[in-house]
């Protein structure tokens, strides 16, 4: 009896790439982008592309939003005409003067739509989270196009798509939400026959579509999620994403030069760092692909020989030591205080019930262990709002002295470290206290990741680079056995 082809023995090798903003900020970047793309195709016979805007445009796109929301529709207007005069002399400089022509007409359309929206914002003097989405999306659907363009000049076959065709979200715009099935079936019948018949799409990233096909975002810099999202429905066989960077380093080497690549880590390790303030991928990426147990890369558009970071489900090599030393900024500590609340039920569901309505995010939590006080940090944009909200709540309690206070501290910085099984490793707590010690740095709170693979303290502001670095010293730098 003939075995029947397993799908994954019949289907050709498949690679979702993702570039972001700054590597394909410019001329140079975006060859160097279309390069890589070409130089990979014998080697992956399916590639789909997924490509942010130029660097420093999406924040352009805000700002001629911002100057017509203020009433300066003058300056609007010349934002928008720099916006297209910068597209289009990156055009000239990497096309014969025919085909820069009728990609210059192509995306004309889309700052035709911009001046659209600045107009009608000058006159409402307001813009909506969609009306932002709207506006923000424009530099993605422009560069698809223009990388499109450059691969089909190397002599690729290539088709720039909307991610508004293929990722369907919810309306919560500025920070929208996938239908993984409602994608998948989209992915299933739009993009792999483009895939099948030799054609490289390249996708716009960060934007995606509800179900009435009204555009949303992502969320910022959400390229990277795009590129998961699509890794998964297409049924890839990998995603790597593009940086500046050589790959995850085990600390930002602007704060610890040190810092080194590490060359595999785990999706729950990179997830904390991701979460805790560090750049290389979107916080949301690894969402997608944890349950398909998809390899993911993190490589350098700069220097593309380097091997890079590999994300898996497990990176057993790691178990115990310190993968990464990361830091939040920006934030306030904040503490409900009184013996009075002392074995009080729903003390501490009122005061994060009371967080909640000001819509702030609890980034660490942390108890004393005779209940005598609840402290928790947030954005320090939400402080005032939030002190106002529990004393509210919490306005009997402190009439009657059974909350003593409630106070605010700002100008505080969580440093995260980060390690797959840290909470079983002995030592280690003792290790950077050691190294806080040392470094003369005041610990305000102590917090422990129900995942095991990180372990938080907060500092001030003024101390947040200093402890980074004292910790990563001492548990990378001085390990047993240092990242290679």
Known sequence: ??????????KPRRLVMKFGGTSVGSVQMLEQAASIVKSYQPEW???VVVVSAMSGVTDRLLESARLAVAGEAQKSRQAVADLQTHH???????????????????????????????????????????GLDAITSLGERINARVVSALLRRMGLNSQAVDATDLIVSDSNFQNAAP???????????????????????????????????????LG??????????????????????????????????????????????S?????????????????????????????????????????????VAE???????????????????????????????????RTFSAVAEQGASVLMISQSSSEQSICFVIPSDKEAQVKASIEDQMALE??????????????????????????HTPGLSAKIFTAMGRAGINVFAVAQGSSDCSVSLLVSAEEGDRAVRAIHQETVINGKEPLP
């Open 315 to 349: 990176a057993n090599q790691n178990s115990g030591k310190v993968t990464g030393v990361t830091a939040i900024r920006n934030l306030s500590l904040v503490a409900v205080e009184g013996r009075g609340i002392i074995g009080v039920p729903g003390i501490a569901a």
């Open 45 to 47: 016979p399916e590639i």
């Open 88 to 130: 289009n002399q990156t055009i000239t400089a990497l096309f014969a003067p025919e085909v820069a022509q009728t990609l210059m007409d192509e995306i004309a359309p889309f700052f035709e739509d911009l001046q659209a929206y600045c107009t009608s914002i000058e006159v409402l003097r307001e813009i909506t989270p969609r």
């Open 1 to 10: 009896m003939q075995t029947q082809t397993s799908q994954s023995e019949s």
């Open 220 to 265: 910022r810099g959400g390229s990277d999620y795009t590129a998961s999202i699509l890794g998964v429905c297409a049924d890839a066989d990998e995603v790597w994403t593009w940086t500046d960077v050589d790959g995850v380093l085990s600390a930002d080497p602007r704060i610890v030069p040190e810092a080194r690549v590490i060359p595999e880590i």
């Open 179 to 217: 239908f993984m099935d409602a994608t998948r079936k989209r992915v299933q019948k739009f993009l792999l026959p483009i895939l099948t018949q030799g054609i490289i799409p390249v996708v716009t990233g960060f934007i995606a579509a509800n179900e009435d096909g009204v555009t949303t975002t």
């Open 398 to 423: 402190l009439a009657r002295r059974d909350i003593d206070r409630v106070w605010t501290k700002p100008d505080v910085v969580i440093v995260s470290v980060v390690g797959a099984g840290l909470r």
């Open 267 to 311: 999706y729950a390790e990179v997830s904390e760092l991701a979460y805790f303030g560090a750049k290389v991928l979107h916080p949301k990426t690894i969402r997608p692909i944890i349950d398909h147990n998809l390899p993911l890369w993190v490589k350098n558009t700069f220097n593309p020989q380097h091997p890079g970071t590999k994300i």
